[in-house]
């Protein structure tokens, strides 16, 4: 069954305006693990119960609320947020163009035949560094150092490709449970790599800098 539009609207910038419709570009394959009873192996359910009557709450019957202060809520329904519909729901405004390799993003670019729109963060919700005690006293780094790093930076750099990125992880779950459905107790082996830290920098920087050259 092919993918339905999740929006409609136009892109604008300046005078121009172009209708268009949105898809969901993502096709996640991540294997769907439920949550089961150990005793007679039947999955859980989950039920909106309210918290002071014990009853539960039919899913048309529920209504979403905004907490002004601890404990009190203002309920808001879904007609009254249809009705605060603006112009931005149907409207992706251009107001300025970038060089993504300068500004580092991109919000959207040509893909397949048609524009890849990557949703982006409001500054304001960006969390800052500062928030971060582990970031407040930078580590000491020496200036053969960054020369190193920015060397190896160099060499791997390379035209991004998409195809080249597997979900490992997915593949190796995937072949667990059909090893399971034929029977099969222990086949595939999820090793955790052991992390250790670099005690001499200068050194690993060489080393992998000698490692890349010679692919």
């Not at 609207?9 to 005078?15: E, K, T, V």
């Not at 609320?65 to 808001?76: F, L, N, R, S, W």
């Not at 928030?131 to 750099?157: F, N, R, S, T, Y």
Request: aromatic share 6%.
């Amino acid at each position: 069954m092919p993918p339905r539009a999740i929006w409609k609207g136009a892109i604008s910038f300046g005078l121009v305006s172009i209708p268009v419709k949105t898809y969901g570009a993502i096709s996640e394959h991540k294997t769907g693990l439920r949550l089961m009873c150990p005793r007679d192996k039947s999955p859980l359910s989950f039920k909106r119960i309210c918290p002071k009557d014990g009853k539960e709450v039919p899913w048309q019957d529920v209504v979403r609320g905004y907490e002004v202060q601890k404990g009190k809520y203002v309920t808001i329904t879904q007609k009254e947020l249809e009705r605060l519909e603006i112009k931005s729901g149907r409207l992706v405004e251009i107001f300025q163009f970038v060089d993504a390799e300068k500004e580092h993003l991109v919000a959207l670019r040509p893909y397949e035949g048609a524009i890849l729109m990557e949703t982006l963060h409001y500054a304001d919700e960006i969390r800052s560094t500062k928030d971060l005690p582990e970031l407040k006293k930078a580590p000491p780094v020496e200036k053969e150092e960054l020369e190193l790093a920015g060397q190896l930076i160099k060499i791997m750099k390379k035209p991004f490709a998409f195809k080249e990125y597997r979900d490992t992880y997915q593949e190796s779950l995937m072949k667990l449970v059909e090893a399971k459905m034929k029977g099969q107790e222990e086949v595939v082996e999820l090793r955790v790599p052991e992390i250790k830290p670099t005690k001499n920098l200068m050194e690993a920087l060489r080393a992998s800098i000698k490692t890349h050259e010679r692919r």
